[in-house]
C-alpha cells in the first residue's frame, strides 16, 4: 500500500505504520510504501495521524500511449472491487510521461471502467465528482503507471471535528506531524498561545489521550468496496476505546482574537475535548509566567495570510515572553524565515515543513531561566 502525506512528514508517518505493525516500509517523497492485511489497510486509514490517504494499488504495468492506457484499465476486473450502483471518480497523477494532461488520463481511465461494466453487465456506474463511492487513482511517471484504489476517498486530513475555520488554519495533519515531530513526552503541560481555530490544540489532545484521529468520521472509501469487512472494522473500533491513555497535565490554548476563541470553543467541543482543553482571550505576551515546564507549538501569523501591523515587532514579543515567563520547549512554524531571527533565541533544531504552498520552517528553542539571546 501507498500512505501519502506532506514533504517532511515521511519519517513519522514511516513510525505511525511501524507501530501498527506494518511491513517492507520504505520511505518516498511525500508517500510511505508499506505492506500489511486488510485489517491495516482499515487501521491505517483510522490510526495514522500524519497520512492523507492510503492507496491500495491493484495494477501495474507500462503505457507508451493512450491505447495501452486504455486496455490495460479494461483488463483490471473491477466488477470485483464494486458494485455497478456506487458512483465513482477518477484522479490522476502524472509526471515526465508521454500524456501531458492528468484531467485526459483520468478520462481514458473512466471510459475504460465504464466499457467494462457495459460490456459485462450491460450497465454502467456512475461518476462523481463532489462524494464519490469510490475513487480510483492513476499515478503514471515516465511509462510507469500504477493503478490503485483509494481506501480513505475523502482526504484524511478532514477528521469530521472542525465547524469553523479560522483566517489561516494550519491543516489537520500538517498540525498533529508537528506535535510527534516535536517528540512531546506528555509529561508537560502542552500550550498554544496563538491558537486561532485550535488545530493544534485538538491533535495535541488526540494525541495525548491516544484517541484515534479517525474517531470522528463515518465515513472511509474501503466502506463502499465489494470485499469491505464490517465485523473487523467494528472490531477495530471497539479495540480502539481500549487504548485510550489517561492524561495528567494541562493542555492550553489562548488567542488575542475574541472571535478565535469562541471558534476555538466550538471546535474543540464538536471534538468532545471541551473538559480537556482550557482557553483564555489573551495575548500572549500578557499572559501570566509559567512556573513548570512546558511544551509550546504554536502558528503565529506569517504576515503572508494574515496582516499583522509589525512581524518583526511580534516575533521580538514572543522571544522576549519565552524568555521572561517560561521554561521548556517552544516550537514554532512560520514562513517568514526573517522574522523567525528576531526571535532572538537560538533555535535548537530547525524542520522544512509546508503550510499548504508555502515554504515553512518549524523551530525548537530551548527555553531555560537565563535563556541568552543570540546576536
Ligand atoms: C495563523 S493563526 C493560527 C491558526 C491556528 N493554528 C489554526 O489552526 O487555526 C495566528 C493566530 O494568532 C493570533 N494572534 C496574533 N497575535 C497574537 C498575540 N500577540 N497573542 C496571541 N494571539 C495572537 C491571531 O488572532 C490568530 O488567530
Redesign the pocket.
Known sequence: MIAKTFAGLEDVLADELKKLGAEKIEILKRAVKFSGDKKLMYEANYWCRTALRILKPLDVFEVNNEKDLYNNIKKIKWWRYFDVEKTFAVKANISNTVFNNSNFVALKTKDAVVDLFREKLDKRPSISRENPDIVINVHIYKNDCTVSLDSSGRSLDKRGYKLF???????EVL?AGMVLLSKWDKTTDFF?????????LIEAALFAYNIPPGNYRQNFAFMNWEDFDPILWEKIIKESYLKFFDFEHKIIG????Q??CV??YKNIKNAKLHKDIEIYK??????FAYNDKVTII?????GE??K?ENIIE?YK??GDTLKKKYIGNAWI?SSDMNALKHVGLKPAKKIPLYNGQLECRFVKFEVYKGSRKTK
Open positions: 475555520n479560522g483566517e489561516a488554519p494550519v491543516n498540525a498554544d498561545p496563538m491558537c486561532g481555530s485550535g488545530t493544534i489562548g488567542d488575542i482574537s472571535k478565535m471558534i476555538a489573551k495575548a500572549f505576551e500578557e499572559t504554536t502558528n503565529p501569523p506569517y495570510r494574515l499583522t511580534l514579543q514572543i512554524i
